[in-house]
Structures are given as structure tokens and as C-alpha cells.
């Protein structure tokens, strides 16, 4: 990112925004609080700023809620839910269609934010 960045520096802000947004969905909060804060440097308008630290202070309160043991103390709320931190069963059939080729299809509904298949990348970039 680094040498884009270097390249094409009109795109600073944008990059160190999103990559510290996507830090933050990772839960990598101290990473995320240093790159919202070199994006709110290189930010001119007011607005930008502005919703920049509205980010930080958001990011800097999960990141006082997690424990010295890396877990949100968030997480007692979804103790209440049903089935809460159980991985699903979930069966998957491979078909054939004439139309569309191969394919894969569950035999039963599946839950919301479910990790369904998992493959290896063949190559890197």
C-alpha cells in the first residue's frame, strides 16, 4: 500500500481511512487507531475530519472495552442468545445443473454469518 500511496499520493486519505476501517472490522484496534490518525492529518475538509474523530473516539471505546486477555467484554451479552458460539452443522450438496453447471446447495436453512466453505488460494499475489 505503501508504495501506492508514494505513486499516487490523492489517494492518501482514502487509503489510510479504509485500511484503519478495516483494521477495526479485524479487531486490530491499535493498528486501526494509528492509521485513522494519519488519515485525520492528511484530511483538509472539516467534515472529513470531523467524521474522522467521531471514528477514533468509537474505535479508542471498543478498544478500552477489551481485557488485558484479548476478548470484548462485549461478548457476555451474546452468552443469552441461543445457540450463541456453536458452530452449525450444516450439510452441503454438490448438483449438477444443465443450464448452470455444477453447483453446491444446502439441504437445510442456514444461520446468518455462517462460515460455509473454506478453500486454499492456489496462488499469491
Known sequence: MEATLLILPIFAFQAWYRKGMVKTAL????????????????EVTSSGKSNIEQELKLILEKHESVNEAGTSNCDSKD???P???????????????PNKGRGMISTDDIPPAS?????DPLAAV
Open 27 to 42: 479487531k486490530n484496534y491499535s493498528s486501526a487507531i494509528h492509521d485513522l490518525e494519519v488519515a485525520l492529518s492528511q
Open 115 to 119: 462460515l460455509i466453505h473454506v478453500e
Open 79 to 81: 452468552r443469552d442468545l
Open 83 to 97: 445457540l450463541a458460539g456453536q458452530p452449525h452443522k450444516i450439510v452441503i450438496e454438490s448438483i449438477s445443473t
